[in-house]
C-alpha cells in the first residue's frame, strides 16, 4: 500500500493551489452568522463542485427550525459518494458559517488574500479552510482510483456558531449523522495540523430570576427590590461558588489548559425597566427616553456554566439552587425562579475508537510526529452527532490555529491545508477499507 499512498500524497501535494483556490471562494461568499447571509450560495458552491466529482448531492432547508425563514433559509448541502463495495463511510462535517468581521482587520475580511503563505479572511480558519481539506482530500481519493469500499460524504451545514440547531442538530434528526448511514466522523475545526480534538466540556445555560414588589422609586422602602437580591445571589457566585469550581479539575486534556476546571460566566443581567439610551442636550434636558421611578419587581441573570466530564449535569443545576435556597432561607423577602435554555452533557470519544486511531496514524505518516489528544473547553456540532446521532466515533480534526477563530486577520496556513488534506485523505482510506 506505501506506493500506492505515495502516489496519493503527491497528487495531493500538486493540488497546493486548488486547495488555496477553494478556500479563497469560500470565504468570498459572506456567510455571517447571525443573521445567516448567503448560506444557500455557499451550500450551491460546494455541491456543484462535488457534483460534477460525482457525488450524490442533497441541499435540506431546515425549513421551521430555529432562524430559518425566506430571508435566510438555512440551506444544508450534504454529498455522498458511494465506493466499489460494500463498506464503512467516513463523513467530512464543516459548519459554512462564520460570525461577523467585527473591527481591527488589516486585509478585507471576506477578500481571500493571500500573504505570506496564508490565505486571509474571516472563516480560513474557523472552518472554511478546513471544508477545502476535506474537498480536496476526497477528491483526490477518488482521482487516485485506488479501491474505495464504502462510501465518502461531505457535509457543508449552518448555524454552528449559534449552536448548530438548523444545521447538523436538524440533520442528525433525520438520521443523517447515525449507522447505517455513516460510521465515523471527522469534523474540520481548526485545532492544529497534528492534534486531535476528542471532545468538548458539557454546558448548563440557565436563567435565574430573583423577585421584589414594585414599588414608587422616591420610596423605595415601601417595595422590595429584585436587583438587590441579585446582587446577594451574584455575590455568592464570586465568593462561593466561583472559587469552589476553580479547584474542580478533569483528566480531560483540555485546551487551553486554564479552561481544565469547571467555569461558570454571568452572560447577562437584566433588571428593573427595559435598557435605554437616555442622553441630554446642550441645555442639560433629555433628549430622548426617560426612566419611570420604580423600584424592580424582577431581575433575570443569563448563566453559562462549563462543567466537566466529572460531574453530572442535574448536580451543576442542584448546586446553584441549593445556593438560592439558601438564600430564601436566610434574606428576608427573597424569591426566584430557575429556567433551563440548553444543556449538553461532555463528550469524550475513546483515544482507541477507529477514527482517532486512524488520524493518529496519517498523522505520523505525512508529519513524522505523534499527534497530542486535546479536548475543546466549548461545544461544537459534535454534541448533535453523540446525543442525537449516537455516533460516538467522532472526533474534530483539521487545519488552522483555534485562537486565530473570530479574530481580526484571521488565516490558515497553506501548508497546513494541504498537510491536513493528506492526513485527512489517508484517514479515510484505511476507514472505509477497515485497516
Ligand atoms: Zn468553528
Not at 233 to 255: D, K, M, N, S, W
Not at 378 to 386: A, E, F, L, N
Amino acid at each position: 500500500m506505501t506506493l500506492a499512498t505515495d502516489a496519493l500524497l503527491a497528487r495531493i501535494e500538486a493540488k497546493r493551489e486548488e486547495v488555496t483556490a477553494l478556500t479563497q471562494a469560500l470565504v468570498r461568499i459572506p456567510t455571517v452568522n447571525p443573521p445567516g447571509d448567503a448560506y444557500e450560495a455557499c451550500a450551491r458552491l460546494v455541491g456543484e463542485r462535488l457534483a460534477k466529482k460525482g457525488f450524490v448531492v442533497e441541499y435540506v432547508r431546515a425549513l421551521g427550525a430555529p432562524g430559518d425563514c425566506d430571508s435566510h433559509p438555512r440551506v444544508n448541502v450534504i454529498a455522498r459518494w458511494q465506493g466499489s463495495a460494500p463498506g464503512e463511510c467516513v463523513h467530512f462535517n464543516s459548519h459554512i458559517d462564520v460570525v461577523e468581521a467585527g473591527s481591527g482587520w488589516t486585509f478585507d475580511p471576506f477578500g481571500g488574500e493571500v500573504a505570506h503563505g496564508r490565505v486571509y479572511g474571516r472563516g480560513t480558519c474557523d472552518m472554511k479552510g478546513g471544508l477545502a481539506s476535506s474537498i480536496i482530500a476526497c477528491e483526490a481519493l477518488i482521482e487516485s482510483g485506488l479501491p474505495i469500499p464504502g462510501a465518502l460524504e461531505i457535509s457543508g451545514t449552518v448555524d454552528e456558531e449559534s449552536g448548530g440547531f438548523s444545521g447538523v442538530g436538524y440533520l442528525a434528526e433525520r438520521g443523517y449523522f447515525s449507522k447505517p448511514r455513516v460510521h465515523h466522523v471527522i469534523i474540520p475545526e481548526p485545532l492544529g495540523v497534528d492534534r486531535i480534538c476528542l471532545g468538548h466540556r458539557g454546558v448548563w445555560w440557565g436563567e435565574v430570576e430573583t423577585r421584589g414588589r414594585i414599588a414608587h422609586g422616591s420610596m423605595p422602602f415601601l417595595g422590595d427590590s429584585a436587583i438587590n437580591h441579585m446582587s446577594a445571589f451574584i455575590h455568592l457566585l464570586e465568593t462561593q461558588l466561583q472559587p469552589r469550581l476553580r479547584g474542580r479539575h478533569t483528566a480531560e486534556p483540555v485546551e487551553p489548559p486554564g479552561a481544565r476546571v469547571s467555569t461558570l460566566n454571568i452572560n447577562s443581567i437584566h433588571g428593573g425597566q427595559v435598557e435605554q439610551h437616555y442622553s441630554q442636550d446642550a441645555r442639560g434636558w433629555p433628549t430622548g427616553d426617560l426612566p419611570a421611578p420604580v423600584v424592580a419587581h424582577s431581575c433575570r441573570a443569563v448563566l453559562d456554566r462549563r462543567f466537566i466530564a466529572e460531574e453530572n449535569l442535574e448536580a451543576v443545576k442542584q448546586e446553584i439552587i441549593d445556593m438560592l435556597d439558601e438564600l430564601k432561607r436566610t434574606r428576608p423577602g427573597f424569591d426566584y425562579g430557575v429556567r433551563d435554555i440548553m444543556s449538553f452533557v461532555p463528550t469524550a470519544t475513546p483515544k482507541d475508537a477507529p477514527v482517532v486511531d486512524a488520524t493518529a496514524r496519517a498523522i505520523a505518516r505525512v508529519l513524522g510526529r505523534e499527534p497530542s489528544y486535546i479536548a475543546s473547553p466549548g461545544t461544537y456540532d459534535q454534541k448533535h452527532i453523540v446525543r442525537t446521532g449516537k455516533l460516538n466515533d467522532c472526533i474534530a480534526y483539521g487545519p488552522g490555529i483555534l485562537d486565530l477563530a473570530h479574530q481580526p486577520d484571521e488565516y490558515v496556513g497553506i501548508q497546513e491545508l494541504v498537510d491536513s488534506a493528506k492526513i485527512m485523505a489517508l484517514a479515510a482510506l484505511s476507514l472505509t477499507s477497515g485497516a
